[in-house]
């Protein structure tokens, strides 16, 4: 029984009728930027559509469109083959159309199930009335399959439970089409594969979905066609089974992912100082043994499953974690890292894998991400001029090449991928010895890799040792002029950058027979 066809959560309705709604020739334009071209898509309920395209492309124009909280310059949209306009979300709301936003609209001082009913007529009443919208609301919460507290407050909850209720209030306002723009940005992996079952429980009883994200696997794994927009342009409608990364990938910005990696340098480093040389290092259970050196303007790749010890070895070099045994040696020196203030004053610096978390303070400006390890290292008593440092920060900015209007706008502003360009950049007002990369392209839309793959080949030939560590072997391959390997916390190959991915697979199973093994 499909929940389109309810009633303000009442689930025993007659299946509904296919809806669709169908935008022709949209076009828009901002001030500074042409974010829509003649774009024409047409999406029904039941069906899980995805949008995808590199940040800019104008996938959120045209989700806001459809949702009703932009209007197009250009362009018609029709629901049910019927001509519409759309001056507000309401009005899209009223046609059965709803845009979950990525700032969520919950109020967070009240209820779940305040928030489900807010504002539907049902809620200008009394206990008596209160009590049948426990009812709708448990009927609601069985028939979805989302275990829901209605008594707990929205604010104690998580950003996957608060878009759940974005939803559920979707669904009692009688929506058929629910817009979702990068709904698992602010997700962890695990919240993530709770919403897309939901979001997939929810297409199952009739619902329809324009799920916007630039995470490929993400929308071929969730939707049944997958629609590609490109400098803000429709390049292709298909179903999702005749797509692949690499098919995707190359409608976004095209060319193919394997040629997305600047090419290798022949190079011998075994001249080349070592900037960093470690020897034993080993923590309890975590790692053992550990040994390795990164030579000057060297890519050093470090492959493993996850759970290898790889991140562990970064960070404990990094001062981040503790050494039982073992030397580190930076350029023949060897020092001992106390925390990763000190290392970053002995010139190590570590990109790490959760930038919102670790890497960037997201409240706080561009400009003063970009300072703040120079601020750190300086001590700050004595600070820096603030016109100096607005230079500064604007020549970094730029040789990173971060997209925005200035660097005083706050870093949650950027994109994903211009966030990690400042995780980067803000290392580089200091200049470093040895760069420690873990996972710097996860969560990261494809045209933003390929600039970070470019900045790491540019420090790398300016001198700085790289350490790369990457969940991805395409990544590793592409990019390192020499591969390690870890095996449940023991390095087990050393590899050099051109190896065959099965020698690098075997040796992270812990089945290397090669010649080049380790142990
Ligand atoms: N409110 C706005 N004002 C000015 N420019 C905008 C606005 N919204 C989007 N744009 C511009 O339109 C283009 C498409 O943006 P958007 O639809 O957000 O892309 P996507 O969601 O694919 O990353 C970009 O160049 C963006 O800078
Ligand atoms: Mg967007």
Redesign the pocket.
């Known amino acids: 029984m499909p929940i389109a066809a309810s009633n303000n959560g009442d689930l025993t309705r007659t299946p509904a009728a296919t809806r669709s709604v169908e935008v022709q020739h949209a076009s828009?334009g901002?001030?500074?930027?042409?974010?829509?071209i003649d774009v024409s898509l047409k999406i029904a309920s039941g069906h899980i559509h995805a949008l995808v395209?590199?940040?800019?492309?104008?996938?959120?124009?045209?989700?806001?469109i459809i949702g009703g909280a932009l209007a197009p310059d250009e362009g018609t949209i029709l629901v049910d083959g019927k001509e519409v306009s759309f001056r507000h979300p309401r009005d899209a709301l009223t046609r059965g159309i709803a845009l979950v936003h990525q700032e969520i609209m919950v109020v967070p001082s009240l209820s779940v199930l305040d928030n489900v009913f807010l504002g539907t007529e049902t809620t200008t009443a009394g206990w008596v009335q209160l009590r049948s919208l426990r009812q709708r609301f448990r009927t609601l919460v069985g028939e979805t399959g989302f275990d829901l507290d209605p008594d707990v407050k929205v604010s104690t909850l998580g950003v996957g439970e608060q878009q759940k209720v974005e939803i559920l209030r979707a669904i009692v306002r009688n929506a058929w089409l629910i817009v979702m723009?990068?709904p698992t940005a602010a997700l962890t992996d695990e919240e993530s594969v709770r919403l897309i079952a939901f979001v997939r429980h929810l297409r199952d009883r009739g619902l329809g979905f324009l799920y916007?994200t630039?995470k490929l696997e993400e929308a071929l794994a969730v939707a049944e066609t997958v629609t590609v927009?490109k400098n803000?342009c429709h390049v292709s409608t298909a179903p999702a089974a005749e797509e692949d990364v690499d098919s995707l990938v190359t409608k976004m910005v095209g060319r193919p992912l394997s040629a997305m990696f600047p090419a290798k340098r022949q190079r011998s480093f075994s001249g080349a100082p070592a900037v960093l040389s470690v020897s034993g290092l080993t923590q309890g259970r975590v790692f053992q043994d550990v040994s390795f050196e990164i030579h000057a303007g060297e890519i050093v790749g470090m492959a493993g499953l996850v759970g290898s010890g790889r991140s562990e070895v970064a960070q404990a070099i990094f001062g981040a974690g503790s050494l039982d045994e073992g030397t580190v040696q930076l350029l023949g020196e060897p020092v001992r890292i106390r925390s990763p203030r000190h290392a970053a004053k002995h010139g190590i610096v570590l990109v790490p894998e959760s930038r919102k978390d670790q890497g960037l303070i997201m409240s706080a400006s561009v400009r003063a991400n970009l300072m703040l390890p120079s601020m750190a290292i300086r001590g700050f008593c004595r600070p820096i001029r603030p016109s100096r440092e607005t230079v500064t920060a604007n020549s970094v900015a730029k040789s990173v090449d971060v997209r925005m209007e200035s660097v005083e706008i706050g870093v949650s502003m950027l994109?994903g991928g211009n966030q990690q360009k400042v995780a980067i950049g803000k290392w580089l007002v200091h200049r470093p010895l040895l760069l420690i990369a873990d996972q710097p392209t996860r969560g990261v839309d494809v045209g933003a890799r390929l600039t970070i793959y470019e900045l790491l080949h540019r420090l790398a030939d300016e001198g700085l040792g790289v350490l790369l560590i990457s969940n991805e072997l395409e990544e590793v391959m592409g990019m390192a002029d020499r591969i390690l390997v870890m095996h449940r916390g023991r390095m087990v190959a050393e590899l050099p950058g051109h190896a065959e991915e099965n020698d690098i697979l075997n040796a992270a199973f812990g089945r290397y027979q090669g010649g080049n093994a380790l142990s």
């Open positions: 828009k901002f001030a500074g930027a042409q974010a829509l395209g590199e940040n800019g492309a104008g996938k959120s124009t045209l989700g806001r723009d990068e916007i630039h927009l803000a994109s």
